[in-house]
Structure formats: C-alpha cells, structure tokens
C-alpha cells in the first residue's frame, strides 16, 4: 500500500460530503461543480476529489469507480469506509 500526498485542511464536512454522495445520482466525473451543486463551494472541500481518487472512488480522470458504485448501496457504504 502506497501512501497518498492527498489531504484536506478541514473535516467539517466530510460526513457531510458523503451523505450527499450517497443521495446523489453518480455523475460521469466528479468534478467541482459536481461537488458545488451538492453545496459545497468552499476551496477547502475542492480537496475532497483527491481523497476520493486517494479512495479509489474516483479514477485519475475522476470517473466513478466500481468502489464509488458500492459505497452508494448504504448497505455497504460504512463497510467501505469503516465508520459509524
């Protein structure tokens, strides 16, 4: 296992931004003004793409990955990330 350069400065949202992947339609790419659309404009959450790439939810080009698909299913979105 590598470890990663991705970061984020703040956690405020973080359990925020995943509860709204969860109840969003999967786009094509995940994108900043996906992530704006879902109501976070700040730079800070712009961080967030790198820990879903980091993840392995997002691919390079920031296309959803089987793993972003899974984590959608709630039945398996706290398995994938072991919280709650």
Known sequence: ???????????????SIFNSIIGA????RFTTRFLEDLGFKSSTDRLFIGILKALGFLDEG?????????????????KLLQWG
Do not use: C, H, I, W
């Not at 590598?2 to 970061?7: A, G, R």
């Open 1 to 15: 296992m590598s470890l990663t350069m991705s970061y984020l400065t703040s956690v405020k949202n973080l359990e």
């Open 25 to 28: 339609k999967a786009p094509e």
């Open 62 to 78: 920031g296309q959803p990955t089987q793993r972003y698909f899974e984590f959608l299913d709630q039945s398996q979105s706290k």
